[in-house]
C-alpha cells in the first residue's frame, strides 16, 4: 500500500481521502442500514448520494460514513487506479 494515497472521487464532484477509507461497503444488508443510522444519529453521517439511490458506503476511521451514488466497484477501481499511478 502507498504512504499517501491522495483522494479518490465518490461521484457528483465529491471526493474523500483515499488513505482514510477503513470498509467499502453495499448498502443492502440490515447491518449496514443500522451503521447509516446510528452515523446519522450521531451526526457523523455525509451523503454525498445528492439525492440518488445509494449504492456505497464508505466507512472512514474517524467514525465518518459516507453516502456515494457510485456502484462499490467503480469506487475500488479508482481506489487501484490511483494506487497504481503512484508506484
Known sequence: MAKDQ???SVGFGN??????II??????SA???RLIQDARERRLLIDA??????????VMDSG?????????????????AEWNTEE
Not at 471526493?15 to 482514510?20: H, K, L, Q, T
Not at 470498509?23 to 443492502?28: H, I, R, S, T, W
Not at 465518518?64 to 487501484?80: G, K
Open 23 to 28: 470498509a467499502l461497503v453495499v448498502p443492502e
Open 49 to 58: 448520494s445528492c439525492g440518488r439511490k445509494t449504492r456505497s458506503v464508505l
Open 64 to 80: 465518518h460514513v459516507v453516502l456515494s451514488a457510485l456502484q462499490s466497484e467503480t469506487i475500488a477501481r479508482r481506489m487501484n
Open 6 to 8: 491522495g483522494l479518490v
Open 31 to 33: 447491518p449496514v442500514k
Open 15 to 20: 471526493i474523500v481521502s483515499a488513505a482514510r
